[in-house]
Nanobody
Framework: QVQLMESGGGLVQAGGSLRLSCAAS????????MGWYRQAPGGQRELVAS???????KYSDSVKGRFTISRDNAKNTMYLQMNSLKPGDTAVYYC???????????????WGQGTQVTVSS
């Protein structure tokens, strides 16, 4: 069993910054792709940023240039540095990871419980 724990969310004024963390724990052989998703109330869950095991990164157009995704494989942790935050960034942010438990076994997809980010004007 694997658990993903998000942290770093909170209330921030527009133009401010937050740094989200996602720590994976449990039976982990390796972690492949990881990503941050967000969902506003009544909205769809959308991909914000992703990072491969080779540190190849992708960003949604709405956050490109403002957010930076990174990972520390030694700590099984992923980060999302969010700068120049806007009220439109307000959402619950979810951590996603593809995790291999044993060599030769299919990767399993895990989700964190989410952390609330609220940006005031």
């Amino acid at each position: 069993q694997v658990q993903l724990m998000e942290s770093g969310g909170g209330l921030v004024q527009a133009g401010g910054s937050l740094r989200l963390s996602c720590a994976a724990s449990g039976n982990i052989f390796s972690i492949s792709d990881m990503g941050w998703y967000r969902q506003a109330p009544g909205g769809q869950r959308e991909l914000v940023a992703s990072i491969s095991e080779d540190d190849d990164t992708k960003y949604s157009d709405s956050v490109k240039g403002r957010f930076t995704i990174s990972r520390d494989n030694a700590k099984n942790t992923m980060y999302l540095q969010m700068n120049s935050l806007k009220p439109g960034d307000t959402a619950v942010y979810y951590c996603n990871a593809e995790i291999l438990h044993s060599l030769g076994i299919r990767y399993q997809v895990y989700w964190g419980q989410g952390t609330q980010v609220t940006v005031s004007s």
